[in-house]
């Protein structure tokens, strides 16, 4: 079926936010933890994750300042530090219910069922039950003002991961450890490699590497 | 293993691209499809597609202006006009093979074998063998300056989807169309999707909606 701007527009609001976010595709959840500067861990559930650069390192996320996930953009820009924490399978629905809207003096982690962990090197709670995590640092915050989001941009300054999951030329395998893709608000995707392709060339058709 | 930024920084140059771009974990891939002033198609591959907003109906992806995608970029200035195309397991190759460096005056449909498809009411090549195609339209380019990368906005005008893989609610199953998730620069994934969760509330656990 064709779909015009005028029908979408005309579409029931949480129909078309089902619709419009599940097709935007397959993403990365990670958990985003935090601290305020009263010192109450938060954290929340994100699939905006994007890949801004390897050198420097940097990633970013789409944040909306109007909805729960308000509290994780206040720490960062009060903190300047936040982890990523990557769900397995096993944590998806402790992870999903981060989403839920907790008064600001109750901390996540403690509501869902996950354990805060914090390391002598980095000043946000990583998550326990994570396999991945990533340490953050905000450089900078980008307002896109059409919509009245925010991309947060920042450095990546720790990893904590599995030797085993990553191959000799850097490629790391996910599902080894059950990292779950996400579709829409509430999807979540168990995954299988098809195929690892070589470097594009104009006078050579790619090859399958893995 | 932890790894800290001074052992990012001294990684080789193709092992840090590569594992930088896997860690940032599952995305979707999508040939965009454009058209130059002199109305030579374009057809590339990318994998930083971003849900923006759904009211109204917005989506970004990130572009660096040096690499080989630059003439995505010049051609969306140029037209305001682009297509997602998304990539079902059948044209992984194919879609793959668009990442190589063809002279700008060389289409891509030609080089690697997918078919422009143009529509009375839109203005950019769709792809023919791709089952889901969003015809997009520019709104605003974010410069981020602190890689020389650019945030490209758009809207969505027109989509075209089949009806059978759209939910009562709005949902989207993507698996039903094999339509690949992407992991870094050359990995291809199926997915299996393991739960729809209801709507996060503090006074209820999320139960399982698929």
């Not at 559930?45 to 390897?54: K, Y």
């Not at 936040?82 to 600001?104: G, S």
């Not at 059409?146 to 991309?151: A, G, Q, R, Y």
Request: glycine share 4%; hydrophobic share 40%; proline share 4%.
């Amino acid at each position: 079926m064709i779909i015009h701007k005028e029908d979408i527009q005309q579409m029931e609001q949480r129909y078309r936010a089902t619709f419009i976010n599940a097709l935007a595709g397959y993403r990365q959840a990670v958990l985003i933890g935090t601290q305020s500067i009263s010192g109450i861990t938060n954290l929340a559930i994100f699939n905006s994750l994007i890949h801004i650069g390897a050198n420097p390192a940097l990633y970013a996320f789409v944040c909306r300042p109007d909805t729960v996930r308000r509290d994780t953009l206040k720490n960062i820009m009060n903190t300047q530090y936040y982890t990523l924490n990557y769900v397995p399978e096993r944590i998806i629905e402790k992870a999903h219910q981060t989403a839920a809207k907790y008064d600001a003096n109750i901390s996540e982690f403690d509501a869902v069922g996950l354990t805060p962990v914090y390391k002598e090197y980095f000043k946000a709670p990583f998550v326990l039950e994570s396999p991945i995590t990533i340490g953050m640092k905000l450089v900078q915050k980008i307002d896109i003002t059409i919509n009245n989001t925010v991309l947060i941009i920042g450095t990546i300054e720790t990893i904590d991961i599995p030797d085993n999951i990553i191959g000799s030329d850097g490629f790391i395998a996910l599902e080894k450890e059950t990292i779950a893709a996400s579709v829409g608000l509430d999807a979540y995707y168990t995954t299988d490699c098809i195929t690892r392709l070589s470097y594009a060339k104009t006078d050579t058709w790619p090859v399958t590497i893995r």
